[in-house]
C-alpha cells in the first residue's frame, strides 16, 4: 500500500509531514527508535527542499509517497520545481570542521545518509525524485 501526501513549500507544513510520516509508520510495528529516525530523515529533505529550494515560497509543493515493499520502506519525494541534487557529488563534510567553524547545520544530508540504507536523486519527467529505502523486519 502506497501512503500519499501532497503540501505547499511552507515551513509551518514541516510539522504536518512529520505527523504524516510518524502514523504510517506507528502501524507497522516499528520501534519508536526506528520511528523518529525515518521521521528525522524525511524531515531533513523536505526541510532542504522547503527553505532552500523553494524559500518557504506556497507555490510550490512536495509530494511524499511511502511505500511498505514487505521488508523494504520506500519514501518518495516529489518535487517538480526543484534543481536537481546530484548525489554524486555530494561530498560528507568532516564532523572536526562543523565543529571547528562552529557551524550550524550542515549534518542533514550525512544524518539522511546514515539513517536510511540508500538514497538517490532522480529527474524523472521534469521532476526532482528523492528516493529512499530503509529495511525493515518483516511485520
Known amino acids: 500500500m502506497v501512503h500519499y501526501y501532497k503540501v505547499n513549500c511552507v515551513r509551518d507544513n514541516l510539522r ?3 505527523e504524516f ?3 504510517v509508520l506507528r502501524n507497522l510495528s ?5 520511528v523518529n529516525q525515518l521521521v528525522l530523515a524525511v524531515d531533513e529533505v523536505c526541510s532542504n527542499l522547503i ?3 523553494h524559500n518557504c515560497d506556497p507555490n510550490y509543493f512536495l509530494e511524499i509517497n511511502i511505500e511498505d515493499q514487505s521488508g523494504k520502506l520506500l519514501f518518495e519525494i516529489i518535487d517538480k520545481d526543484a534543481d536537481n541534487f546530484n548525489m554524486s557529488e555530494y561530498k560528507e563534510p568532516k564532523i572536526a570542521n562543523i565543529i571547528k567553524e562552529r557551524r550550524k547545520g550542515g549534518v542533514g ?3 539522511v545518509n546514515r539513517i536510511m540504507d540508500s538514497v538517490e536523486v532522480a529527474v524523472e519527467d521534469q521532476r ?3 528516493r529512499m529505502t530503509k529495511k525493515i523486519a518483516a511485520g
Open 30 to 34: 516499528l520501534s519508536e527508535i526506528e
Open 51 to 53: 527553505i532552500y529550494s
Open 109 to 111: 544530508l550525512m544524518l
Open 128 to 130: 526532482s525524485v528523492w
Open 16 to 18: 504536518l509531514i512529520r
Open 21 to 23: 510520516v510518524t502514523v
